[in-house]
């Protein structure tokens, strides 16, 4: 029988940007001894495109095992708690009687219900949040009433923070009422019962977000465990680790690095807007212009779904320069002596990784919390510069031209180039032995085995919640078996 000193379910959101993290982190866990299992949703598990094979992994429902394009973001959340809560405990009570009881769920932020199934059934819990411990900070003063919306103020001083224009902050609070399904997640959601939760986890590393970790650390059990990208890219530690292991699209990986390896040393833009956000096309068309009129190569990144909005005839007429595909490899890509700048929206986990990998970034946030990131990258961590808008909110080819050139020619981006240096070398530090993220997450393990394997299932006490699972339809309940 396989032995192990702790088990822990790990529970992310089923896209893509946050699985990858905490699929990442559990792979950590797994290397300090920590037995892991994944638990996604039945739709996502059979559109993935390739899995990891470092890791256990379990399926749920979510209510929606054919998928949920249609379905609007409050209705889907409330299906998932629903029915994710009564197939998650009817899984946990599954490796029970196997043998392998969990004593701990770290779940997602984006799914609190996590923390109802963990308590009721006598579980540690931990909770996992995939955005800056900045903008974490920002929601947490949302939720207690200490930042009063809508703002009536430009400029907003939060402790732990550098004073921000409002329009840095993440839009659902910059553009309070624009999207209130999404408001009602991020804020109140994600911080409704983290006070509850054992530990707290952000996706960063001390030493990048270290005045607003310490001010949190005051009223919340924080702690830092990233960057959590594979370590082949930080301190190799764990062997064979090079890569997430997770893809919702198909990568074109020998295309690209086909591509690149016949371009000099930092002479090329990468450009990429992560696998969720969806450009304008009118920013498509300025950002094309811009990347044309560039002196420079450029590797872009556009979905499928994205393509149309291309300027007609625009791959065919910058193919000698540029290569645009569906889907790459970024981390291979970041860290490719032949990439000079990154073109991003900022969103946490692109973020992250070109600061992992010190590469110099053109800030173009379009939503959510990527403002704040953005402002933190030029003007607080000093990798990049941030595109600015017009009033219509566009960022004109000029713009982009001049951004360029600033970071690809210019002695502004020879400064920023020695300090995406040190962000790299200080994000590898944090994963070295004895690095602030490699001692939480050995601290996190040692409180989980000096507890005894955590709190022990009550099979009696669950036999009710056990009898309701049992309920549930074969339809929802088929894949989970």
Known sequence: METFEAHCLILPYPVQGHINPMLQFSKRLQHQGSKVTLATTNYLFKTLQEVSGFISVETISDGYDEGAN?????????????????????LILKLKDLGCPVDCIIY?????????????????????FTQSCAVNNIYYHVYKGLLKLPLEETKVQIPGLPPLLSSDLPSFVSSYGSYPAIFQLVVNDQMKNIGAADWIFFNTFYMLEEQ??????????????????PSMYLDKRLEGDNQYGLN??????DTCMAWLNERPKSSVIYVAFGSLAAVDAKQMEELAWGLRTSNHHFLWVVRESETNKLPEDFTEETSDKGLIVSWCPQLEVLAHKSIGCFITHCGWNSTLEALSLGVPMVAMPQWTDQSTNAKLVM?????????????????????????????MEGAKGQEISRNAKKWKDLAREAFDEGGSSDENIKDFLAKMIESGRGKKVDLSSSLKVKRETDLLSSEILKKSD
Do not use: H
Request: proline letters at 4%; charged letters at 20%.
């Open 248 to 253: 919702v699209f198909k990568p074109m990986t």
């Open 70 to 90: 249609e379905i609007a973001e409050e209705t889907y959340l409330a299906m998932f708690q629903k029915v994710g809560s009564k197939t998650l405990t009817k």
């Open 379 to 407: 003007d607080i961590w000093k990798m990049g510069i941030k595109a600015q808008q017009d009033a219509n909110g566009i960022v004109r080819r000029d713009v982009i031209g001049q951004c360029i050139s600033e970071l």
């Open 212 to 229: 607003v970790n310490d001010w949190m650390a005051n009223v919340l059990p924080v702690k830092s465990i990233g960057p959590a990208i």
């Open 108 to 128: 997602d932020a984006f799914l609190p219900w996590g923390l109802d199934v963990a308590k009721s059934l006598g579980l540690r819990a931990a909770v996992f």
